[in-house]
């Protein structure tokens, strides 16, 4: 824990600290050494106790876990003692375990790691318990938990300290266990239809597959400048190419760019690509995965989100992008067909304009800046404008769209798919058209990849891809306010050595 309170407090926790390494270095002399012992039978976890009470009743079980309270009373003591899936008591008398071992029970501090052998029973209030019959100190804790009614509140000491968090705010850990349900039914769901989990290359030699700013790393032996993925689809899409007709891929995407409630600089993603499919088969699996999802983890479709219920019950509302800015903003671009009548009307409503801005980008500022904001309930937004799809198929009947959607919930962005674009002529246009982008200064822009139009000339299937943004929608399951509290180690900035009281609050 860290050290930032008053100087007469810090040399009183010094002090505390110094007596758990006293009593270490005691029980090492005595030949009671708890860093010696490799191994213990735990037969039994605390919640298996107590729903199966009756049939355990005077029964011999063997737990393990940490001390979270401790209570001594002469020639008997009670402790609570907290393994993986909870807490239960553990009546300890002297004339059971030992008079020798009783006196070293009684040393024994809060946050200390034992194993205790006993057999079930009840208190006088009812409570289910365990009468210990030997203890085994397993691990002796060096540091000092937060105490009990104050427990770890500091946001930030939380998130820096995720093991001290679980241990002692328990319910901490419900959202982890509700984050790991919903991946399996997300994996389940698309292991059921047929698609094949795969792993492609977290290091690239090219940041591709999306917009935006990469982590540079570099190769010592190749002696050239490598990227950590914004995203896997380039080469998902090489395996369609290569005759996998189903494939997906969930795991760390990482991006070099701002922090917030929304956003980690590494998070977890799913992409998926179908071959013979379009966009709308794959509006379908989402808005049906992710119900899926929210049904396995809490129980329903319906979940509550900070005050606001959000319904992700199928079908999801389905608007295109203009029927958005125009609901929405009052701009109906139907009647807008050049570049300088969008950057007119983008003027004339505040949307700042950037070089070589056209139609379609303005398009999208719009939804960005007034569509975006008022989609609270599920809502798939599609075709959107070729100039931000560098990767998506032309709609038919209006080239200037794509057969591309987001999909929306809480206003957040929880899902982006397309219609694959399989045309390498048109894919080169794309691609050269990124290029001038970033030759204009938008280093978010992709790069030219000629491996991957080298495989699109090979010959790529009629195809729909979907990526869905795990963390967000592990925060809408949870609750959770910030995408901190569903990753288990969030990035932080590293506290300095000294002064830490001024290090900068994230």
């Known amino acids: 824990m860290g050290n930032n309170k008053p100087e007469n407090q810090v040399e009183n926790l010094s002090e505390v600290l110094q007596v758990r390494r006293d009593k270490l270095k005691e029980l090492q002399e005595m030949g009671k050494d708890p860093f010696k012992i490799s191994k213990y039978n735990v037969t039994h976890h605390s919640d298996e106790i107590k729903e199966n009470y009756d049939e355990l009743e005077g029964k011999t079980v063997s737990i393990a876990g940490r001390i979270m309270s401790k209570r001594v009373m002469g020639k008997a003591s009670f402790m609570h003692l907290q393994d993986q899936n909870g807490r239960i008591q553990v009546y300890v008398k002297r004339d059971d375990i030992g008079v020798d071992e009783y006196k070293l029970f009684k040393k024994f501090d809060m946050g200390d790691i034992v194993g205790v052998e006993g057999f079930v029973f009840k208190t006088k209030t009812e409570e289910i318990s365990l009468h210990a019959q030997k203890i085994t100190l397993l691990s002796k804790s060096l540091q000092v938990l937060p105490e009990k009614y104050h427990g770890l509140k500091d946001m930030d000491l ?3 300290q995720r093991y001290v968090d679980l241990i002692v705010n328990p319910e901490v850990k419900d959202a982890f266990l509700t984050r790991t349900k919903a991946l399996k039914a997300l994996r389940s769901y698309l292991d059921n239809r047929g698609f094949l989990e795969v792993e492609t290359p977290i290091l690239n030699t090219i940041a591709g597959g999306a917009n935006a700013r ?9 002696d050239i400048p490598m990227y950590l993925r914004i995203a896997n689809e380039l080469y998902l899409k090489r395996l369609i190419v290569g005759g996998f007709d189903k494939v997906y891929e969930m ?13 980690n600089p590494e998070y977890t993603a799913i992409e998926l690509y179908q071959a013979y499919a379009d966009y709308q088969d794959m509006m379908e699996i989402t808005e049906n995965v992710i119900s899926h999802m929210a049904e396995v983890a809490t129980g329903s479709m319906k ?15 389905r608007m295109t992008m203009e029927e958005c800015v125009k609901e929405y903003a009052g701009v109906d671009f139907s009647e807008i067909n050049t570049d300088e009548e969008a950057i007119a009307i983008a003027k004339e409503k505040g949307i700042e304009i950037k070089p ?21 309930q599920p809502t798939f937004i599609t075709h959107h404008p070729v100039e931000v799809s560098p990767l998506a198929k032309r709609n038919v009947e209006d080239p200037r769209r794509t057969d591309r959607f987001e999909a929306f919930a809480n206003r957040w962005e929880l899902a982006n798919a397309f219609s694959e674009l399989n045309d390498p002529i048109d894919q080169r246009g794309r691609f050269e058209d ?23 000339e ?3 299937p009629p195809t729909g891809g979907l990526g869905i943004g795990i963390d967000r929608v592990i925060m809408l399951l949870t609750n959770s306010p910030s995408i901190r509290d569903v990753l288990l180690f969030p990035t ?15």
């Not at 990469?214 to 190749?222: A, D, S």
């Not at 990124?434 to 139009?453: H, I, S, Y």
Request: charged share 35%; glycine share 8%; with cysteine.
């Open 158 to 160: 939380r998130y820096r």
């Open 214 to 222: 990469p982590f540079i790393t570099h190769h010592n032996t190749l």
């Open 251 to 263: 795991g760390r995407m990482f991006r070099n760019e701002g922090m917030d409630m929304k956003h």
């Open 303 to 317: 979940i509550n989100y900070q005050g606001t219920e959000i319904d992700f019950t199928p079908p999801w509302r």
């Open 356 to 376: 070589g801005m056209r139609r379609g980008e303005v398009i999208n500022e719009f939804f960005e800046e007034f569509g975006e904001n008022q989609l609270v």
């Open 434 to 456: 990124q290029v001038r982008k970033r030759e204009l200064g938008d280093d978010e822009a992709c790069e030219m990849d000629e491996d991957f139009l080298n495989a699109l």
């Open 458 to 460: 090979v010959g790529l």
């Open 492 to 506: 932080m900035k590293p506290l300095r050595d000294t002064d830490t009281e001024e290090a900068e609050e994230e």
